[in-house]
């Protein structure tokens, strides 16, 4: 493949809670369910995307992203995945969809986040990266990314193959797509069937019916447990049956059909193989458990809150609230992060600059156990929850956000600050020391900046380690 798998479009927040029926609820004769597990996802062009990554490709998520928890939790999960996240901002709240369990089975779907809210312009880097597929996958949820119109003049200028996943409230396929891959009630939905006709002829019409109104090339009907329906340029489609039976929970075989659709597109198939490798995984997918045996264990959540004085300003819910009001102020987003261990002036001085080039400073700080990753088992010296308590406290210093990961990646795709800002070595190295910063690549997904300041010499955090346990030891 020449480039990265894209995957565009909406991406939602799936959770699974599961539990126990053991009684009906006194006030009402509806099921109590008694939690026992409960478990996070990606969800919608996010749950794609995590497929595609999984198959072995380099796989781009050009999606929204909300300033809330459930951004940040996406972002978490998604960098857990493998998957690199070009953000739009996403004005109003991460949309959920919560499913309740018990014994395999659904009980009841509860969906939050309400109506779908605006998706911000496109960087100039995220049509750069649909320019340079190898194969794009739009996985339209109805919620608006694919309606972007800077999106769909990039999509239709592309000479990558673009496989559309469509729903029935979103726009319809750019003109001269390779494939669409719509399931029976979304066909049913934009192409009234005629009364009586049999389910192959119902998905037949509903297929040459679509590839006529969106010029697509071939548009392929998925039929649940019976296969596939492929409609080319000829008058006689294709059926393409499962290999076998296989019963289980259908959640997410769509997304996993047009993923490896996608992937099959990008390596040069034609299109009949691709729609017969993709019946055949989705198939081999629901057989083998379903989404809860096909994504890799999950990550731990970011903290929202810290206990203790400064607690406030520390977490996702603290950063979530300063992002709203400096952004709906027109304001300027700044962050820096690192360790922190022991803070110290040197510490203090890079923060002070930092904060005097925006409106606001955010400070991302490694948690426990991303330090001892990057620094052995000896360290921190200071727990996270007193490291951001210390950093809460400084004046110039306006939220902390905890992160897990070795790399400040996943928080960025969620802050998507304007400005990210590193001191020390960085600044007397010599040569382009911001193109040279290694999140330098990660800000121009959505158009931010890298920038060093002058950091006090002589100011080291293993120095003073060192020096301490010198101390001790005389």
């Not at 996958?137 to 919620?143: A, C, E, I, N, Q």
Request: with cysteine; aromatic share 2%.
């Amino acid at each position: 493949m020449r480039g990265p798998v894209v995957v565009l479009g909406d991406t939602l927040l799936d959770r699974d809670v599961e539990g126990v029926v053991n009684r009906l609820c006194p006030d009402s004769p509806v099921p109590v369910l008694d939690e026992t597990a409960a478990s996070d996802r990606p969800g919608g062009a996010g749950l794609a995307a995590v497929f595609a990554a999984a198959q072995g490709a380099e796989v781009v998520l050009v999606t929204a992203l909300a300033d809330d928890a459930g951004g940040a939790r996406l972002s978490a999960l998604l960098a857990a995945a493998g998957v690199q996240v070009y953000p739009l901002a996403l004005s109003g709240a991460t949309p959920e969809k919560i499913r309740l369990r018990a014994r395999g089975r659904v009980l009841l779907r509860h969906d939050r986040g309400g109506t779908s809210g605006e998706p911000g312009q496109p960087s100039d880097e995220v049509l750069r990266v649909i320019g340079a597929a190898s194969a794009v996958l739009v996985s339209d949820y109805g919620r608006g990314v694919a309606r972007q119109p800077a999106l769909r003049d990039a999509l239709s200028a592309t000479r990558a193959p673009v496989v559309w996943d469509p729903h029935p409230r979103g726009p319809a396929a750019v003109p001269g797509v390779h494939l669409a891959t719509p399931n029976e009630s979304e066909v049913r939905e934009l192409v009234p069937a005629l009364p009586g006709a049999s389910r192959l002829a119902t998905a037949s019409r509903g297929a040459q019916g679509l590839r006529r109104r969106w010029r697509a090339g071939a548009v392929a009907v998925t039929l649940g447990g019976d296969g596939a329906l492929l409609c080319h340029a000829g008058s006689t489609p294709l059926v393409v049956p499962t290999p076998g039976s296989a019963e289980g929970d259908t959640c997410g075989a769509g997304d996993r059909f047009a993923a490896t659709a996608s992937l099959a597109l990008a390596q040069g198939a034609l299109v009949s193989e691709a729609v017969q490798a993709a019946v055949a995984e989705a198939s081999a997918y629901v057989a083998g458990g379903g989404v809860a045996a096909a994504l890799p264990p999950p990550v731990r959540p970011s903290p929202t809150s810290v206990a203790g004085p400064g607690g406030d300003r520390v977490g996702v819910a603290a950063v979530a609230t300063l992002l709203g009001e400096v952004r709906a102020g027109g304001g300027t987003v700044v962050a820096t992060g690192g360790c922190f261990d022991l803070l110290h002036a040197g510490h203090v001085s890079t923060l002070q600059a930092a904060r005097q080039l925006g409106d606001c400073l955010i400070v991302c700080v490694n948690s426990d156990a991303s330090v001892a990753g990057l620094k052995g088992p000896d360290r921190p010296v200071m727990s996270e929850g007193d490291r951001s308590r210390l950093l809460a406290a400084l004046s110039c210093v306006d939220a902390v956000l905890i992160f897990d990961e070795p790399t400040p990646d996943a928080a960025l795709s969620w802050v998507r600050p304007d400005i990210w800002v590193k001191g020390g070595d960085y600044a007397t190295g010599g040569g382009d020391a911001a193109a040279a910063l290694p999140e330098a690549e990660v800000l121009r997904r959505w158009g931010g900046n890298t920038v060093v300041v002058p950091y006090l010499d002589g100011r080291s955090t293993t120095d003073m380690i060192v020096r301490s346990i010198g101390e001790r030891t005389r």
